[in-house]
């Protein structure tokens, strides 16, 4: 086969991922960005080029500070979300990987202990969020039994339909895609490393944290990126968890497509999107995640 | 400092390990003096990784005690033992620099920024490694990056250093000009190494005392000399090459390869030859058994033998090694 035949199977081989690509994420993405700058009214579309649609989102919101409108309440209440969804998945999964990469000594252990970590992942993500309902609702498992043990009097009620249960629900979902990531990079320390740094006299904590810590670094970015892209863009888990109580901006996009004010839904996209992609930005800035790819 | 150094001495009492079923090292004594550069030598499962990772803190004896200088060592932690080890492809930090790197043990006891540099930088001038000092251990070769886990190890001033097989990961090049440097080293700073490996050649090479292993025990403890040339046992004889075993009414001798003469004509026949530089290795296939001869070039120059030809051999009695 010549030089020239080569190249051109190398493109052909790669066309009809680029080609799903093109079609499935560049294409959309390009008219969510082109349809945010298009004028609506309440029965039609109209192809545009303004910027009302951005404005709108936030106005007045500056003038109003330091009291938050409700666009600014609404990142609020998402970032807060992503950093709580964030931080509990990072120290679970952390834990769990750890468990897994360093005191599992048998590989036929790992992959066994490993597997059982994606049972869960065998049903669907609703079944999974909708089971927590009759353990935590008021008269759900874990009310009857805090009764029947004399701790409470009547049912807690922010067990369910609350920050709590949303908060539970995400970390349940998404831990495991923390475990994976870190798992994988701290089954890339050698084991004689961690040996050569109690030998300089570090101890538990001090290993963990010099070394440990640091040679994670770009498994628990990209776990980092799973679990804040996920959230961010949540709106099934907060309005089920919440009990459609507690605003996100995924609910606010999907509120605006159901009332076909498809130009402003875009808009709110775009600015979510852009958001995610400067956190990620940020991430990467600090930890180079294409040594682990 | 000097004096404590001086008194040194490293003393393993009754030491026995095993890992389930196997015994790693069963119940070895061995003394090593204080500035000695002690060579362990033996085939891989022979336990000599294992008495010095006992040595080092990073296995625990099921019995027995190390005793360094006058002080019991054996049930404390690595860093508190007055060891340090140098692992077998080296285990540096990747996500530091080479300062960083041989400044981690000043680190880890709380020795404040600007003076824990300072020393590692002074370190990296001694293991010659003070232009590559920014760059991280993925950016070094092999040999670099043995002298920067050099320079870790000896942060800490250690009266003892363990290398784990310390050349195996160099080329042959290499493995012998590091051998030159850590023999150089140990000299300069006077204190005890204890160097594992199974190459008979870096031992001789290396060690004021070889300490010859099999199946967990020690086969023989001495100078590389007298461990040359009075084997003390078949296992020794056979390890440590250059030797043949015989058996002969009954007894069983060593006979030195280079101490063996060929003349022409006779009941053995010469089976393989092989130029080695200084000398020619011959394999000898005799009625009783297979041998191996090494004679000067000049010498085998003399008359060429060729494969094939019929020889006999000699040699003289005092030659004659007995084994037990």
Redesign the interface.
Known sequence: MSARTSRISIYLLALPYALVFLLFFVVPLVLVVVVSFWDYTEYSIIPDFIGTNYSDIFRGCVARLPELCTAFATYVSTLKYVFLSWFITLILGFGVAYYLAFCVSSLTMQITLFLLCTIPFWTSNVIRMISWIPLLGRGGLVNQFLMNIGLVDEPVDWLLYSGFSVTLAFVHLYTLFMVVPIFNSMMRIERSVLEAAYDAGANGWQVLWNVVVPLCKPGIAIGSIFVITIVMGDFITIGVMGGQQIASIGKIINVEMSYLQFPSAAANAVILLAITLMIIVAMSRIVDIRREL | MSETRSNSHLYLKALSKRFGSVVAVDNIDLTIDAGQYCCMLGPSGCGKSSTLRMI???EHPDSGRIVLGSTDITGQ????RGT??M???Y?????LDCVDNVA??L???GVDKPTRREMALQMLERVHMLEQRARKPGQLSGGQQQRVALG??LI?EPQLLLLDEPLSALDPYLRIEMRTELKRLQRDLGIAFVHVTHSQEEAMALADMVVVMNEGQIEQAGQPYDVFNRPASVFVAKFIGGHNVIEKDDQIFAVRSDKIRVNRGGDSVIRNIEFLGHTVKLSIQSPATELTVTCADNEFYRGPYETGDPVSLQWNHADQHVLS
């Open positions: 080092a803190g990073h932690p690595p860093a508190k340090a080890m692992f077998q492809n285990a540096l930090f990747p996500h981690f043990a680190k880890m006891r870790r190890a800490t």
